[in-house]
């Protein structure tokens, strides 16, 4: 609604307007009661109504008697809609009390106005409130008014079956009314009025004290329990606003008419149940006792001192207003209000794509200010108030999309200044000690600070606002399910720009330094990380790609290098490519590519494959730096790798596969080599270290002492970094085979037995290995050699060996001193083991057996052989000795045409299996 000109209204309002009507036409009835009947309506005071501004005019006086009069009726302004009409006025006196110029009574009914609302004010049909700016009427009341009143003295008025007919866009609302009007004292100039008004059955009452010499009114409206929903239409015509609800208003007010002008007011308003909705926002009362209440106080209309509480905003979020004080200072060139206002933001569960919980309220006290000047420029403020008693910062607790978030409340402040065209702001934001609770991780801010401006401009092609928005948090850290990082600070700058209604862009970089990241779980530590990550909402812009290093990548005890990378956005995605390189092995550089997905802000996960080309190991590399267990093991041959990882809020996943062609392992202390090495690892459950099962290992040759096994497999699990399961094991050894069965090495375990099938072994081969003597000859054995290693020591326990059922075989032994080591000459003893020698030098067998067991210290070879000597032997029998007897060089010695053979080789087992320590490499 416009604002009403001072230049036509000196006096709008419907109050005034009566009460002059009233006693003008009392003032003329009364002047043809002492004149002449006859002569009344002829000297019906038409010059003065019409310088109220009514052109037209009509009445008439219907009786006059001794004891009432009647007159009726009256129109004021076009007859066919005038602004003011009249059924009747009624006057009752007594003749006494005329010639003291008094009226008992004076009863007006059918007292209609009739009014339209437009955007020029309100406009009375036939009536011309620019008459009264012309006669002055601020300086110099109407002629003949004041002097027409002057004596004239009425007991009572009062006014029956009003009604008020206002029309606004083209609707007519009927407002019936009636009222009381006492004089104070004799005359007309001091007024008692009390006016009921009564729209849509509701009453309101009107209390007016009315000084017409002075042209001063004090005007009181008192309206108890309105149904605001008896106006809804009338609220309805406002789109999206609906207001429901019992109000009860009470005002008070001092006026002055000539000019119009008011002097003092106040107001006092209580709203119960029901609610106020426009759009997206929805108030409701919720003070203590379930209703809110505004009251405002001014000496003047310049300045307003309102106090207001007991306000709930239940959308767009769920706040109380619980108490608001405020000054409004609305005159002179700069206008503006300041405050302080106690609010609680309340607990809320909102469901959707993104639920939010919060359990207990919040309380948010702050102060505002805004200021306008007449030229069009304005500022306002709104920040935390800290001098508050209830200024407190209280704990918060929020949960988003399973995310717990407590903390203390926070601080705020803004700023802003503009005029019609233009407008900046400038805000802070500030947390406390903010915690953080998703998926078992803990993140921590001990502090966050965020500032940022906005910025509002009208442009040809619609109003455009750019802002720009700065976020630091020094200090963050996460924490949970064996993970922990920690960053010196993080920091959020982003500028955004919106042209009209159309979607802002975007322009933002997220950049941390020094990061540390540390997994319990596999032992992995990342530090000196560093990001530079932009962020643009249109893809088809250009922007430069960011950058990503770690300056020290740690693996439990092992320093394994560094990585640089740079990182570009894609659509729900970023996109990077990264080298590493190794400080393990000189050279040594590992690809990495891989993709951080995310959905709008919130990251979902980080997937990431590397490869390591092959690489030819230096000569000799120590194979202790990365297995202490493994210390004085080298290793040589070309490695390679690849694998793939994923990070996500439910922790680090991956796998691995790790190869190695024609690989040479030493143990240069026990005289170890194997030579030939190709193996393929894979550990699928990074970062666990645990393999595939049946991971094949071959190699072409292996050399222990003066054991040589010519290649072999195995098949193997890793599963864990203290423990190896060999599945199976075949060898190639002297000829034939020899398969392991199943064996699980564990760090720290001191008690291993396994054993070894063996199938068609060369018997000369083994003879030659085990025994320390030179062999040759033909025919293979089979059996099973059980092996204990308890505490550093290994022992055969009773195995044996045996010729291939069916299959003879022949043997040649030479260097078998061994045999006669430690008996003495010329003993029966020492000539038995002398035949033996003879014979074994040339021998076929039918049958042989191999006993392999230890003793003490010493390694024991059984031979056990059934057969004969190819050539006759340097021996003859001596009935004497009951044995066998070596004869001179030249003399006739004797054919054997069967001979069994039972020869034990005893060894010192250390000096044989120098190799017997390989297993303390898994410890």
Same mark, same amino acid.
């Given at each position: 609604?416009?604002?009403l000109?001072?230049?036509?209204?000196?006096?709008?309002?419907?109050?005034?307007?009566l009460?002059?009507?009233?006693?003008?036409?009392?003032?003329?009835?009364?002047?043809g009661y002492l004149v002449?009947?006859?002569?009344?309506t002829?000297?019906?005071?038409v010059?003065?109504i019409?310088?109220l501004?009514f052109?037209?005019f009509?009445?008439?006086?219907?009786?006059?008697g001794?004891h009432?009069?009647?007159?009726?009726?009256?129109?004021f302004?076009?007859?066919?809609q005038?602004?003011?009409?009249?059924?009747s006025?009624?006057?009752?006196?007594?003749?006494?009390e005329?010639?003291?110029?008094?009226?008992r009574?004076l009863?007006?009914?059918g007292?209609?106005?009739?009014?339209t609302?437009?955007?020029?004010?309100m406009?009375?049909p036939?009536?011309?409130?620019?008459?009264?700016e012309?006669n002055?009427?601020e300086?110099?009341a109407?002629?003949?008014?004041?002097?027409?009143?002057?004596g004239?003295?009425v007991?009572?008025?009062?006014?029956r079956s009003?009604?008020?007919?206002?029309?606004?866009?083209?609707?007519?609302?009927?407002?019936?009314?009636?009222a009381?009007?006492?004089?104070?004292?004799?005359?007309m100039?001091?007024?008692?009025?009390?006016?009921?008004?009564?729209?849509?059955?509701?009453?309101?009452?009107?209390?007016?004290?009315?000084?017409?010499?002075n042209?001063?009114?004090?005007?009181?409206?008192?309206?108890?329990?309105?149904?605001?929903?008896?106006?809804?239409?009338l609220i309805?015509?406002l789109?999206?606003?609906?207001?429901?609800?019992?109000?009860? /208003?009470?005002?008070?007010?001092? $006026? #002055?008419?000539?000019?119009?002008a008011?002097l003092g @007011?106040?107001v *006092?308003? !209580?709203w119960?149940?029901g609610?106020l909705?426009?759009?997206p926002?929805?108030?409701?009362?919720?003070?203590?006792?379930?209703?809110?209440?505004?009251?405002?106080?001014?000496?003047?209309?310049?300045?307003?001192q309102v106090?207001?509480?007991?306000l709930?905003?239940?959308?767009?979020?769920?706040?109380?207003?619980?108490?608001?004080?405020?000054?409004?200072?609305?005159?002179?060139?700069?206008?503006g209000?300041?405050?302080?206002?106690d609010?609680?933001?309340?607990?809320i569960? /909102?469901?959707s794509p993104l639920? $939010? #919980?919060?359990?207990s309220?919040?309380?948010?006290? @702050?102060t505002? *200010?805004? !200021?306008?000047?007449?030229t069009?420029?304005?500022s306002?403020?709104?920040?935390?108030?800290?001098n508050n008693?209830?200024?407190?910062?209280?704990p918060?607790?929020?949960?988003i999309?399973g995310?717990?978030?407590?903390?203390?409340?926070?601080?705020f402040?803004?700023t802003?200044?503009?005029?019609?065209?233009?407008?900046?702001?400038?805000?802070q934001?500030?947390?406390?000690?903010?915690r953080?609770t998703a998926a078992?991780?803990?993140?921590?801010?001990?502090?966050?600070?965020?500032?940022?401006?906005?910025?509002?401009?009208?442009?040809?092609h619609?109003?455009?606002?750019i802002?720009?928005?700065?976020?630091?948090?020094?200090?963050?850290?996460?924490?949970?399910?064996?993970?922990?990082?920690?960053?010196?600070a993080l920091?959020?700058?982003?500028?955004?720009?919106?042209?009209g209604?159309?979607?802002?862009?975007?322009?933002?970089?997220?950049?941390f330094?020094?990061?540390?990241f540390?997994?319990?779980?596999?032992?992995?530590?990342?530090?000196?990380g560093r990001?530079?990550?932009?962020?643009?909402?249109?893809?088809?812009?250009?922007?430069?790609?960011?950058?990503?290093?770690?300056?020290?990548?740690?693996?439990?005890?092992?320093?394994l290098g560094?990585?640089?990378?740079?990182?570009?956005?894609?659509?729900?995605a970023?996109?990077?490519?990264?080298?590493?390189?190794?400080d393990?092995?000189?050279?040594?550089?590992?690809?990495?590519?891989?993709?951080?997905?995310?959905?709008?802000?919130?990251?979902?996960?980080?997937d990431?494959?590397?490869?390591?080309?092959?690489y030819?190991?230096?000569?000799?590399?120590?194979?202790?730096?990365?297995?202490?267990?493994?210390k004085?093991?080298?290793l040589?041959?070309?490695?390679?790798?690849?694998g793939?990882?994923?990070?996500?809020?439910?922790?680090?996943?991956?796998?691995?596969?790790?190869?190695?062609?024609?690989?040479e392992?030493e143990?240069?202390e026990?005289k170890?080599t194997?030579?030939?090495?190709d193996?393929?690892?894979?550990?699928?459950?990074?970062?666990?270290?645990?393999?595939g099962?049946?991971?094949?290992?071959?190699?072409?040759?292996?050399?222990?002492g003066g054991?040589?096994?010519?290649?072999?497999?195995?098949?193997?699990?890793?599963?864990?970094?203290?423990?190896?399961?060999?599945?199976k094991?075949?060898?190639n050894?002297c000829?034939?085979k020899?398969?392991?069965?199943?064996?699980?090495?564990?760090?720290?375990?001191q008690?291993?037995q396994?054993?070894?099938?063996?199938?068609?072994?060369?018997?000369s081969?083994?003879?030659?290995?085990?025994?320390?003597v030179?062999?040759?000859?033909?025919?293979?054995?089979n059996?099973?050699i059980?092996?204990?290693?308890?505490n550093?020591?290994?022992?055969?326990?009773?195995?044996?060996?045996?010729s291939?059922?069916?299959?003879?075989?022949?043997?040649?032994l030479?260097?078998?001193?061994i045999?006669?080591?430690?008996?003495?000459?010329?003993?029966?003893?020492f000539?038995?083991?002398?035949?033996?020698q003879?014979?074994?030098?040339?021998y076929?067998?039918?049958?042989?057996?191999?006993?392999?067991v230890?003793?003490?210290?010493?390694?024991?070879?059984?031979?056990?052989?059934?057969?004969?000597p190819?050539?006759?032997?340097?021996?003859?029998?001596?009935?004497?000795?009951?044995?066998?007897?070596?004869v001179?060089?030249?003399a006739?010695?004797?054919?054997?045409?069967?001979?069994?053979?039972?020869?034990?080789?005893?060894?010192p087992?250390?000096?044989?299996?120098?190799?017997?320590?390989i297993?303390n490499?898994?410890?």
């Amino acid at each position: 609604m416009n604002e009403l000109s001072p230049r036509k209204w000196n006096w709008p309002t419907v109050v005034p307007v009566l009460v002059t009507a009233a006693a003008l036409a009392t003032c003329l009835l009364l002047a043809g009661y002492l004149v002449l009947p006859a002569l009344v309506t002829d000297r019906l005071p038409v010059a003065q109504i019409q310088r109220l501004g009514f052109a037209d005019f009509t009445g008439r006086i219907s009786r006059i008697g001794l004891h009432q009069t009647a007159a009726g009726p009256f129109v004021f302004g076009h007859a066919d809609q005038p602004a003011l009409s009249i059924d009747s006025i009624v006057l009752d006196y007594s003749p006494g009390e005329v010639r003291q110029k008094k009226i008992r009574s004076l009863r007006i009914s059918g007292l209609t106005v009739n009014a339209t609302l437009g955007p020029d004010g309100m406009v009375f049909p036939g009536l011309d409130p620019g008459v009264w700016e012309r006669n002055k009427l601020e300086d110099k009341a109407p002629s003949g008014t004041s002097s027409s009143l002057a004596g004239l003295s009425v007991e009572k008025i009062e006014i029956r079956s009003g009604m008020v007919n206002l029309t606004w866009r083209h609707a007519t609302q009927k407002i019936p009314f009636e009222a009381d009007i006492r004089p104070d004292g004799r005359g007309m100039m001091n007024l008692d009025a009390h006016i009921r008004l009564f729209p849509r059955d509701q009453l309101l009452a009107i209390a007016a004290q009315v000084d017409v010499e002075n042209r001063k009114v004090k005007v009181g409206l008192d309206a108890k329990a309105v149904d605001l929903d008896r106006f809804a239409d009338l609220i309805h015509l406002l789109p999206g606003l609906d207001a429901t609800g019992d109000v009860t /208003v009470q005002t008070n007010a001092r $006026v #002055t008419l000539t000019p119009f002008a008011i002097l003092g @007011a106040n107001v *006092d308003l !209580t709203w119960r149940s029901g609610r106020l909705a426009y759009g997206p926002v929805n108030i409701e009362p919720g003070g203590d006792e379930a209703a809110a209440s505004l009251s405002a106080v001014a000496e003047n209309l310049a300045t307003w001192q309102v106090n207001a509480g007991g306000l709930r905003l239940q959308a767009p979020v769920p706040l109380i207003i619980n108490r608001m004080t405020a000054t409004l200072n609305l005159g002179g060139d700069i206008r503006g209000v300041t405050g302080n206002v106690d609010m609680t933001v309340l607990p809320i569960s /909102v469901e959707s794509p993104l639920p $939010v #919980t919060m359990k207990s309220g919040v309380p948010v006290p @702050a102060t505002f *200010d805004v !200021t306008q000047k007449a030229t069009g420029e304005w500022s306002a403020g709104f920040r935390r108030s800290e001098n508050n008693p209830s200024s407190r910062l209280d704990p918060m607790d929020i949960t988003i999309a399973g995310t717990r978030i407590h903390g203390a409340s926070p601080r705020f402040s803004l700023t802003a200044t503009g005029d019609g065209q233009n407008g900046t702001a400038d805000w802070q934001l500030g947390l406390n000690a903010l915690r953080a609770t998703a998926a078992g991780a803990i993140v921590n801010l001990p502090s966050a600070d965020a500032t940022g401006q906005l910025q509002f401009k009208q442009e040809p092609h619609g109003p455009a606002w750019i802002g720009d928005v700065r976020i630091r948090i020094p200090n963050p850290t996460v924490d949970g399910k064996g993970m922990a990082a920690k960053l010196d600070a993080l920091t959020l700058s982003a500028r955004f720009h919106q042209q009209g209604g159309g979607t802002p862009a975007v322009d933002a970089r997220l950049r941390f330094a020094n990061g540390q990241f540390q997994d319990q779980n596999s032992g992995l530590r990342l530090s000196g990380g560093r990001l530079d990550l932009p962020f643009r909402s249109d893809l088809k812009a250009t922007v430069s790609d960011g950058t990503f290093s770690i300056a020290r990548i740690d693996y439990r005890k092992h320093f394994l290098g560094k990585i640089q990378g740079r990182i570009a956005q894609k659509k729900n995605a970023y996109a990077f490519a990264a080298a590493h390189e190794s400080d393990l092995f000189p050279g040594m550089t590992a690809a990495l590519t891989g993709k951080v997905l995310t959905r709008g802000l919130r990251f979902e996960n980080a997937d990431v494959t590397f490869e390591v080309p092959s690489y030819e190991l230096p000569a000799g590399s120590d194979v202790g730096r990365f297995v202490p267990a493994m210390k004085g093991v080298t290793l040589s041959g070309t490695v390679s790798a690849n694998g793939n990882a994923s990070v996500s809020f439910s922790g680090f996943k991956g796998d691995l596969n790790v190869s190695m062609k024609s690989g040479e392992l030493e143990m240069a202390e026990k005289k170890i080599t194997v030579t030939g090495i190709d193996a393929t690892l894979r550990f699928p459950e990074l970062p666990r270290i645990r393999s595939g099962p049946a991971q094949h290992i071959e190699f072409s040759r292996a050399a222990m002492g003066g054991i040589v096994v010519d290649g072999g497999s195995f098949d193997v699990q890793v599963e864990s970094d203290n423990t190896l399961f060999i599945e199976k094991g075949r060898l190639n050894w002297c000829g034939g085979k020899v398969d392991a069965q199943s064996l699980r090495i564990a760090a720290g375990r001191q008690d291993y037995q396994v054993s070894l099938y063996c199938q068609r072994l060369g018997l000369s081969r083994i003879l030659e290995q085990l025994g320390a003597v030179n062999a040759r000859g033909s025919g293979t054995v089979n059996g099973r050699i059980p092996i204990a290693y308890t505490n550093g020591r290994i022992r055969f326990d009773d195995g044996f060996l045996f010729s291939t059922p069916g299959e003879t075989g022949q043997i040649q032994l030479t260097g078998t001193d061994i045999l006669t080591r430690g008996i003495p000459a010329g003993t029966p003893q020492f000539a038995q083991v002398e035949l033996a020698q003879a014979a074994l030098k040339d021998y076929a067998y039918t049958w042989a057996k191999l006993g392999l067991v230890s003793e003490g210290e010493d390694f024991v070879m059984r031979l056990q052989f059934d057969g004969k000597p190819a050539n006759p032997l340097p021996f003859i029998y001596k009935k004497e000795i009951g044995g066998f007897i070596r004869v001179e060089a030249g003399a006739q010695g004797s054919v054997f045409q069967g001979i069994g053979l039972d020869v034990n080789l005893r060894l010192p087992l250390n000096q044989l299996l120098q190799y017997k320590d390989i297993v303390n490499m898994n410890q």
